[in-house]
């Protein structure tokens, strides 16, 4: 599930689109030099990396090319992630890296394991790069693993929310759903939808299970990053785990179709290309798929727990981070300001992708070059909850809970037995992990 999370970045990275740049940044008055004194036409060269491994053709299209619109005579190479090119290979080899691009859980494998972190705090003051402009939860998440300083600045976020697929709901007369419904009403009306019709299964609602829990509103971590313990052991867990899991698994027709599917969970296969899917609960970034086109679809906000009225998932920022090996932290500091700018962020959220800035021009211009007509609002109704502090043993604690969710679901045990079992398992893997 940690590989599907952070593929996200890919699909964010090749949203990424700009013209210009300006927003919470200074002019200096001169033509060519920067507030400082980067020359713009001295022939200087950009490196730049991700753990997420995008590809150099998707990277290059959406990013690359629009750097170099704007800094016609500098140089920026992109190293895709590969054999004998992994970030830490690049640091073994002395590659001077000088930006690393980022999701917020890729933070601490892509860019402190290998020791490139820097403190850009100060930069930022020099650069007059103003943070009151971005949604809160993503610079509090960034100074979270970044002890209190600042390592990046959010450039895209992605969201939860909840897709539905017009055609079944019209083909069985049920109402649409809403912006602002709870877990239990979505529920309900997913058993609606679950039924067997002309040979075909329709499933009423599936929740994509590595992202509802990673990112749940109650901002729970897998493992605590101080004591480097399981949390399975909370409480909020089971809310969790009751709410959305046995939910779905009361439901004799949704249990059946796991069994013929392999013990999967339906997911975006379901929705995309079976289309028996009537509501799923995914990332925004699901109508960037190439197939969604075909799905006469539209998306209302993500269920909310009746514990946390008004509260959604958390988001999952996008960071560019100035690495510590660069020659070229001015210039690399010139790249960061450009990329969130308002105009750049403006053209971004026209495609339909989540700007990190709270400006409600941008917010409103969400989609408006986008092929199909959506309620981009669902991504922006719920509040944001707090982005927990991450430790490096996160995603080892994942695993143990995320590999026993399709068993829990078909009643193989119950909720206190699976989070007991993944507490242990977790907390036996990290002890090994510290051996080492």
Not at 190 to 215: N, P, W
Request: charged share 25%; proline share 5%.
């Amino acid at each position: 599930m940690k590989k599907a999370l952070k593929s996200g970045i890919s699909v964010a990275v090749c949203a990424f689109v700009a013209a210009g740049c300006s927003g919470g940044v200074k002019d200096s008055g001169k033509e060519n030099v920067t507030a400082d004194t980067v020359d713009l036409n001295a022939p200087i060269e950009i490196t730049m990396t991700s753990s997420a491994g995008t590809a150099s053709d998707s990277f290059n299209a959406s990013v690359t090319s629009y750097l170099q619109k704007k800094f016609p005579n500098w140089k920026f190479n992109y190293i895709q992630k590969g054999p004998g090119s992994s970030i830490q290979e690049l640091v073994t080899a002395g590659t001077a890296v000088d930006l690393i691009f980022e999701a917020q859980t890729g933070v601490i494998d892509g860019l402190i394991a290998p020791g490139l972190q820097t403190d850009i705090t100060d930069l930022v003051k020099k650069n007059n790069i103003d943070l009151s402009r971005f949604e809160p939860v993503s610079i509090d998440a960034m100074k979270s693993l970044a002890n209190g300083g600042l390592y990046g600045l959010p450039i895209s976020m992605m969201g939860i929310v909840t897709f539905y697929n017009k055609d079944i709901f019209d083909k069985f007369g049920i109402p649409y759903p809403k912006d602002g419904m709870t877990w239990d009403e979505t529920i309900d009306l997913g058993r609606k939808l679950t039924r067997m019709e002309d040979g075909v299964s329709y499933i009423g609602l599936a929740a994509s299970t590595g992202h509802v829990l990673k990112l749940n509103p109650f901002s729970i971590p897998y493992v605590d990053a101080d004591s480097s313990k399981s949390t399975y052991g909370n409480d909020k867990w089971k809310i969790v785990m009751d709410t959305i899991f046995k939910g779905e698994s009361t439901d004799p027709l949704f249990i059946e179709y796991m069994k013929g599917n392999n013990n999967k969970v339906p997911a975006k296969d379901e929705f995309l290309k079976k289309k028996n899917l009537a509501m799923y609960v995914y990332f925004s970034d699901l109508v960037a798929d190439g197939l969604a086109p075909s799905v006469n679809f539209d998306m209302v906000s993500a269920p909310t727990f009746k514990e946390l009225p008004g509260v959604g998932f958390q988001p999952y920022p996008t960071y560019v981070n100035l690495s510590s090996a660069s020659k070229n932290k001015e210039a690399a500091m010139e790249v960061i300001k450009y990329l969130v700018s308002d105009e750049y962020q403006a053209a971004r959220a026209k495609l339909g992708y989540i700007t990190p800035l709270k400006d409600d021009a941008i917010r409103k211009s969400m989609g408006s070059e986008y092929p199909k007509k959506l309620n981009w609002n669902a991504v922006f109704y719920n509040k944001y909850p707090e982005v927990p502090k991450k430790g490096k043993f996160d995603s080892i604690g994942e695993k143990p809970l995320t590999d026993n969710i399709p068993g829990y679901i078909m009643g193989g045990l119950d909720t206190n037995t699976v989070l007991r079992q993944a507490e242990e398992t977790a907390n036996k893997a990290i002890e090994a992990e510290q051996k080492k």
